[in-house]
């Protein structure tokens, strides 16, 4: 049992204010594997006031020094790999490989934001004016619980490259990987106060990270919903804002496409993470005179998927993160069946076997319509629709036919048809044939799924204000 009544603050672990404690669940079991005692506005208070003092010299420091600082924070995961692995399995559910490979991705971060630093060009000469980035300040970075360490690395590698200070609020139902990654970026020797951690609630921490006026800029992966809220109320000061929200990710299979290799990839790709990430391809769009193949191959393949322990080996989708996602999937599935899809595998309830964690069944709907709330609704759990068409440009609207633009999928033989269908859709990231990944490439989302970029330079760019320098050569006499 984890007692986790200390937040990060200005070099050191110190008491909690807040006195509002919750249990921590290990998904997989239901077993309480924790408790932690929520901060409140008077800690994130003083968390921002630590990394505003810290702000002013930390903006001083040279690339050398920051690169140096994010190589050990890349250094201090990797020795801490197997403790910060096994705290997200028993913490989140997620299957241990999967996890393994995400901790990896999040160390890996630092050094790829070492080296987009050292060719970003922080001054530049436009004209005869002296155009110079500087950073902007204090930022408050705020997580979800579906990749704890990937989002806080996503966010704190910029922050540092560009020589911002930040307070974190990640989620407070992930408070022990917070935890283990906090000991390790205490063991990185970073200047005291540049990095700050307040576990809390969103309506309390967030919020106040949000409202306060020293909070230059707000990062934000999570809800659509909430960030709508984060952007009204960040207004009122005039917060920079990145916000990385949510998807209902289209994955278009043209008629031409090899669908026996297609159709299972894009299983895999809709029930990653357990379902529980905002890129997953929700939405199967399919020939409609291949409807009944492409039923077939997706129920073999689901029935070969493993649900279960996450520590078991071949384990894919683990339980949903806790009983409140547990039962929003559960709503889902039966709205699908009550507003006339049709389920061809999975269904409500629990997988025989697995009635002591958080598993739903992985669910597949065929013959969904753009009016069902399964196919417009981000469900964050293994649920797949599967939609027809008749035409390309049909399928290239139902693609679009949503509020979300975050990632897309599109599988051909033909590259030329692949990329004709890929420009016309409208999001961030679209994948052809596969899946893949460039960390320096920009991440976010068109539409209602976010506002601004994440990694590379475009990711660094966010955390930098521009200022024009004039008459800077010149000297009257």
């Given at each position: 049992?984890?007692?986790?009544?200390?937040?990060?603050?200005?070099?050191?672990?110190?008491?909690?204010?807040g006195?509002?404690?919750?249990e921590?669940?290990?998904?997989?079991?239901?077993?309480?594997?924790?408790?932690?005692?929520?901060g409140d506005?008077?800690?994130t208070?003083?968390?921002?006031?630590a990394?505003?003092?810290?702000?002013k010299?930390?903006?001083?420091?040279?690339?050398?020094?920051?690169?140096?600082?994010?190589?050990?924070?890349?250094?201090?995961m990797?020795?801490?790999?197997?403790?910060?692995?096994?705290?997200?399995?028993?913490?989140?559910?997620?299957?241990?490989?999967?996890t393994?490979?995400r901790?990896q991705?999040?160390?890996?971060?630092?050094?790829?934001?070492?080296?987009?630093?050292?060719?970003?060009?922080f001054?530049?000469?436009?004209?005869?004016?002296?155009?110079?980035?500087?950073?902007?300040?204090?930022?408050?970075l705020?997580?979800?619980?579906?990749?704890?360490?990937t989002?806080?690395?996503?966010?704190?590698?910029?922050a540092?490259?560009?020589?911002?200070t930040?307070?974190?609020k990640?989620?407070?139902?992930?408070?022990?990987?917070?935890?283990?990654i906090?000991?390790?970026?205490?063991?990185?020797?970073?200047?005291?106060?540049?990095?700050?951690?307040?576990?809390?609630?969103?309506?309390?921490?967030?919020?106040?990270?949000?409202?306060?006026?020293?909070?230059?800029?707000?990062?934000?992966?999570?809800?659509?919903?909430?960030?709508?809220?984060?952007?009204?109320?960040?207004?009122?000061?005039?917060?920079r804002?990145?916000?990385?929200?949510?998807?209902?990710?289209?994955?278009?299979?043209?008629?031409?496409?090899?669908?026996?290799?297609?159709?299972?990839?894009?299983?895999?790709?809709?029930?990653?993470?357990?379902?529980?990430?905002?890129?997953?391809?929700?939405?199967?769009?399919?020939?409609?005179?291949?409807?009944?193949?492409?039923?077939?191959?997706?129920?073999?393949?689901?029935?070969?998927?493993?649900?279960?322990?996450?520590?078991?080996?071949?384990?894919?989708?683990?339980?949903?993160?806790?009983?409140k996602?547990?039962?929003?999937?559960?709503?889902?599935?039966?709205?699908?069946?009550?507003?006339?899809?049709?389920?061809?595998?999975?269904?409500?309830?629990?997988?025989?076997?697995?009635?002591?964690?958080?598993?739903?069944?992985?669910?597949?709907?065929?013959?969904?319509?753009?009016?069902?709330?399964?196919?417009k609704?981000?469900?964050?759990?293994?649920?797949?629709?599967?939609?027809?068409?008749?035409?390309?440009?049909e399928?290239?609207?139902?693609?679009?036919?949503?509020?979300?633009?975050?990632?897309?999928?599109?599988?051909?033989?033909?590259?030329?048809?692949?990329?004709?269908?890929?420009?016309?859709?409208?999001?961030?990231?679209?994948l052809?044939?596969?899946?893949?990944?460039?960390?320096?490439?920009?991440f976010?989302?068109?539409?209602?799924?976010?506002?601004?970029?994440e990694?590379?330079?475009?990711?660094?760019?966010?955390?930098?204000?521009?200022?024009?320098i004039?008459?800077?050569?010149?000297?009257?006499?």
């Open positions: 049992m984890r007692i986790i009544d200390e937040i990060y603050m200005n070099g050191k672990f110190v008491k909690t204010n006195t509002e404690v919750q921590l669940i290990n998904p997989a079991t239901r077993e309480v594997i924790g408790r932690v005692t929520l506005e008077r800690d208070q003083a968390a921002i006031a990394a505003k003092e810290a702000f010299t930390f903006k001083n420091t040279t690339i050398e020094e920051r690169s140096q600082m994010l190589q050990r924070l890349h250094d201090v990797m020795e801490k790999f197997d403790l910060l692995n096994q705290v997200a399995v028993d913490e989140y559910g997620a299957p241990a490989a999967a393994a490979g901790t991705y999040a160390a890996k971060n630092f050094l790829h934001n070492m080296d987009v630093m050292k060719e970003f060009q001054e530049k000469q436009i004209g005869k004016a002296k155009v110079v980035l500087e950073p902007l300040g204090v930022i408050g705020i997580t979800p619980w579906n990749a704890n360490y989002h806080i690395s996503t966010k704190l590698a910029p540092i490259a560009a020589g911002c930040v307070v974190i990640p989620s407070e139902i992930s408070a022990i990987q917070t935890q283990i906090a000991e390790c970026f205490h063991e990185a020797g970073i200047p005291a106060g540049v990095i700050n951690f307040v576990n809390g609630r969103g309506d309390v921490v967030g919020a106040e990270l949000t409202r306060n006026p020293d909070i230059a800029m707000i990062s934000f992966t999570g809800s659509t919903q909430v960030g709508r809220i984060i952007a009204r109320d960040g207004a009122a000061t005039m917060k804002m990145v916000l990385e929200l949510g998807g209902k990710s289209p994955n278009v299979i043209l008629d031409d496409a090899d669908f026996n290799k297609a159709i299972p990839l894009s299983v895999m790709t809709a029930f990653s993470n357990s379902g529980q990430a905002c890129h997953v391809g929700s939405r199967l769009i399919v020939p409609e005179q291949r409807l009944e193949e492409v039923k077939q191959l997706v129920v073999k393949t689901v029935e070969g998927i493993k649900v279960g322990n996450p520590w078991e080996n071949g384990t894919y989708i683990g339980p949903m993160v806790n009983q996602q547990y039962e929003t999937v559960q709503r889902y599935i039966k709205l699908g069946s009550e507003e006339g899809a049709e389920l061809i595998v999975g269904g409500e309830g629990h997988p025989e076997g697995l009635e002591n964690g958080y598993y739903v069944k992985p669910t597949v709907f065929a013959n969904v319509t753009m009016d069902m709330t399964i196919a609704e981000e469900i964050f759990g293994p649920v797949l629709s599967i939609l027809t068409y008749k035409t390309e440009e399928a290239i609207e139902l693609a679009n036919d949503t509020i979300y633009g975050l990632s897309a999928y599109v599988s051909s033989s033909n590259l030329e048809s692949a990329n004709r269908v890929a420009s016309q859709i409208v999001s961030g990231r679209v052809i044939n596969g899946l893949y990944d460039e960390p320096k490439a920009p976010g989302g068109f539409k209602q799924s976010g506002i601004g970029r990694f590379g330079a475009y990711g660094l760019a966010a955390y930098v204000e521009t200022k024009t004039l008459g800077h050569d010149v000297l009257h006499h």
